[in-house]
């Protein structure tokens, strides 16, 4: 289960990090740029949105395109893969929708 060889250690996990998912959604209409992500994700600094992209792009599930342009510009869209994503994400969003009230109570009744 744990083995360094078990290919669930290639699962990209981190789609459940706060800021994946999110750049995820943004990606689902079409193409954007950096600065329009940054808009609807108004929380990311630059640098955890820089990380957060790169890390999508290299598991496959954005590509980034820069053209050759004055000033540059640069797109990231969600690839087939990426796409994929979305059926998880919803069924982690139905649970939560089942069962917040269960999980705020467990929270709050913790002693740590």
């Known amino acids: 289960m ?10 990209p996990f981190r789609i ?24 609807p994700l108004r929380g990311v600094t630059s640098k955890v949105l820089t990380e957060t992209l790169r890390a999508l792009e ?4 954005i590509t980034r395109t820069a053209y050759d342009e004055t000033p540059p510009r640069v797109e990231y869209e969600l690839t087939p893969l990426g796409r994929t994503l979305f059926a998880p994400m919803e069924a982690c969003r139905e649970w939560a929708a089942k069962h917040l009230s269960e999980l705020v109570a467990a929270r709050e009744a913790y002693p740590g």
Do not use: H, I, Q, Y
């Not at 744990?2 to 699962?11: D, K, R, V, Y």
């Not at 290299?58 to 599930?61: E, L």
């Open 16 to 39: 459940g990090d706060k800021w994946a998912g999110l750049v995820v959604l943004c990606l689902e209409e079409g193409p954007r740029r950096f600065t329009e992500l940054r808009v």
């Open 2 to 11: 744990f083995a360094p060889e078990c290919p669930s250690n290639l699962t």
């Open 58 to 61: 290299r598991d496959g599930m």
